[in-house]
Nanobody
Framework: QVQLAESGGGLVQAGGSTRLSCAAS????????MGWFRQAPGKEREFVAG????????DYADSVQGRFTISRDNAENTVYLQMDSLKAEDTAVYYC??????????????????WGQGTEVTVSS
């Protein structure tokens, strides 16, 4: 069992930055591929970024490539999402996600075993 708790986010101006954190409980964190998804109002939940178990490999949605950075600290059981050059269209609830069912890092919703409760990011233009 893995429990995920996001923090960070809030209201940010367009062009600004913020960092999300996701603290994981349980002993399988280092064995889990981790990811971030987001869901904007009226839209489906979508993949944002994924990171391998070691942290050496990452993947991003085209819409955030070059602006967002995912990282993890296995000693602290935490995964991060650094969000730079934010745009209004980044406004969404961001969810931390974990899976041991795959080693792929371009994650789909069907891959995810554990979800966080979500944290809201609002980008004002």
């Amino acid at each position: 069992q893995v429990q995920l708790a996001e923090s960070g986010g809030g209201l940010v101006q367009a062009g600004g930055s913020t960092r999300l954190s996701c603290a994981a409980s349980g002993r399988t964190f280092s064995s889990s591929v981790m990811g971030w998804f987001r869901q904007a109002p009226g839209k489906e939940r979508e993949f944002v970024a994924g990171i391998s178990r070691s942290g050496r490999s990452t993947d991003y949605a085209d819409s955030v490539q070059g602006r967002f950075t995912i990282s993890r600290d296995n000693a602290e059981n935490t995964v991060y999402l650094q969000m730079d050059s934010l745009k209004a269209e980044d406004t969404a609830v961001y969810y931390c996600a974990a899976t041991i069912a795959t080693i792929r890092i371009r994650l789909g919703i069907q891959d995810i075993r554990y979800w966080g409760q979500g944290t809201e990011v609002t980008v004002s233009s």
